[in-house]
């Protein structure tokens, strides 16, 4: 396959730096991450206290779900920041910082996400032999790769959007399993004190019936809350095998293999600047706060030079992604 994209992403990369885009934040990341942790205090202040504050517990048990529905989120969006480095320049401090993030507050593992995110994920977008994410569901995203059970065939669109409230179930598994198999005993350690810290705090203060309601609407809210963001991201865009892909430069494969949404601020927050795929994917250390402007300036230049920019509604995407899943 021909080059179709010319190889000008050093234009588009001047400008956005000349624009001061790719700067670090580390004074607002750093107000983000203090953020997060002081709603996790007024969490556990909620939780010690509740036989003396809580007049009507099932409620307030599903209310506080949502709240740390909402701290988790961030948490999985800064630990994310982090790692690609947007608010520190040094490798190690970023990892150090993730840890609390990633491991304590989510119980998942900082190295697996960089390992598969960042390296893999980030380089190889949407090739077959190098990106793992693009082999959902038995390959059923993939053009000629897909796999030959009747049993996902028959019930693909229940299995696939079903999946979608347990994401972060799948995220742990994988997280425990990668680093015990790179015998990554520390972050081990650090993953397993979530447990006793976040949950065994919860089950010791809390009615095991108010406990329960906690435990189900945050994972039943946070799980398809992360998995409709990153399901935009890629799915139902091309796919090639890594033949192919290694023929592109930098800007074509990401690109043609990302998908970016509408909507503006709102769908920024909620999707914590992963709607800005494409940029994202351009310019991975771009601090998530300046993505809009950045997306404004790469959709600026894919017109100027007639370049492909995809980018739809969230409905949009949803209904492209189900509409490939067909095709399964």
């Given at each position: 396959?021909?080059?179709?994209?010319?190889?000008?992403?050093?234009?588009?990369?001047?400008?956005?730096?000349?624009?001061?885009?790719?700067?670090?934040?580390?004074?607002?990341?750093?107000?983000?991450?203090?953020?997060?942790?002081?709603?996790?205090?007024?969490?556990?202040?909620?939780?010690?206290?509740?036989?003396?504050?809580?007049?009507?517990?099932?409620?307030?048990?599903?209310?506080?779900?949502?709240?740390?529905?909402?701290?988790?989120?961030?948490?999985?969006?800064?630990?994310?920041?982090?790692?690609?480095?947007?608010?520190?320049?040094?490798?190690?401090?970023?990892?150090?910082?993730?840890?609390?993030?990633?491991?304590?507050?989510?119980?998942?593992?900082?190295?697996?996400?960089?390992?598969?995110?960042?390296?893999?994920?980030?380089?190889?977008?949407?090739?077959?032999?190098?990106?793992?994410?693009?082999?959902?569901?038995?390959?059923?995203?993939?053009?000629?790769?897909?796999?030959?059970?009747?049993?996902?065939?028959?019930?693909?669109?229940?299995?696939?959007?079903?999946?979608?409230?347990?994401?972060?179930?799948?995220?742990?598994?994988?997280?425990?399993?990668?680093?015990?198999?790179?015998?990554?005993?520390?972050?081990?350690?650090?993953?397993?004190?979530?447990?006793?810290?976040?949950?065994?705090s919860i089950f010791y203060s809390l009615p095991l019936s108010d406990a329960?309601?906690?435990?189900?609407?945050?994972?039943?809210?946070?799980?398809?809350?992360?998995?409709?963001?990153?399901?935009?991201?890629?799915?139902?865009?091309?796919?090639?095998?890594?033949?192919?892909?290694?023929?592109?430069?930098?800007?074509?494969?990401?690109?043609?293999?990302?998908?970016?949404?509408?909507?503006?601020?709102?769908?920024?927050?909620?999707?914590?600047?992963?709607?800005?795929?494409?940029?994202?994917?351009?310019?991975?250390?771009?601090?998530?706060?300046?993505?809009?402007?950045?997306?404004?300036?790469?959709?600026?230049?894919?017109?100027?030079?007639?370049?492909?920019?995809?980018?739809?509604?969230?409905?949009?995407?949803?209904?492209?992604?189900?509409?490939?899943?067909?095709?399964?």
């Open positions: 396959m021909s080059i179709i994209y010319p190889d000008n992403f050093n234009e588009l990369k001047a400008e956005v730096r000349a624009s001061g885009l790719l700067e670090r934040v580390p004074v607002r990341g750093t107000i983000e991450m203090v953020a997060i942790f002081m709603s996790l205090a007024v969490v556990f202040s909620i939780v010690f206290n509740w036989t003396d504050i809580v007049s009507s517990p099932h409620l307030t048990a599903f209310g506080l779900g949502l709240f740390m529905v909402v701290i988790f989120t961030r948490a999985v969006f800064v630990s994310h920041d982090i790692l690609h480095l947007q608010y520190f320049k040094s490798k190690s401090l970023s990892f150090k910082l993730s840890y609390p993030f990633s491991a304590l507050i989510l119980s998942t593992s900082s190295s697996w996400w960089d390992f598969k995110h960042n390296v893999n994920h980030h380089t190889w977008c949407n090739v077959l032999e190098k990106d793992e994410d693009i082999w959902a569901l038995d390959g059923a995203f993939t053009p000629n790769n897909k796999g030959n059970s009747p049993f996902i065939k028959k019930y693909k669109h229940i299995i696939f959007w079903g999946a979608m409230f347990f994401m972060y179930s799948a995220f742990i598994i994988q997280s425990y399993n990668f680093v015990i198999k790179r015998k990554l005993w520390g972050e081990f350690a650090l993953m397993l004190m979530h447990i006793p810290l976040i949950w065994g329960l309601i906690l435990l189900v609407t945050l994972n039943f809210i946070l799980s398809p809350w992360l998995a409709f963001g990153f399901i935009t991201n890629h799915l139902g865009c091309e796919v090639f095998d890594y033949e192919e892909g290694k023929k592109f430069s930098w800007m074509e494969l990401q690109m043609r293999t990302s998908r970016s949404l509408k909507g503006g601020f709102l769908v920024h927050w909620l999707y914590g600047g992963l709607n800005t795929q494409i940029e994202h994917h351009l310019f991975p250390r771009a601090p998530r706060f300046n993505l809009l402007k950045v997306q404004d300036m790469t959709r600026e230049f894919a017109k100027k030079h007639n370049l492909t920019y995809f980018e739809t509604t969230p409905i949009d995407a949803y209904i492209q992604i189900n509409e490939a899943l067909k095709e399964y």
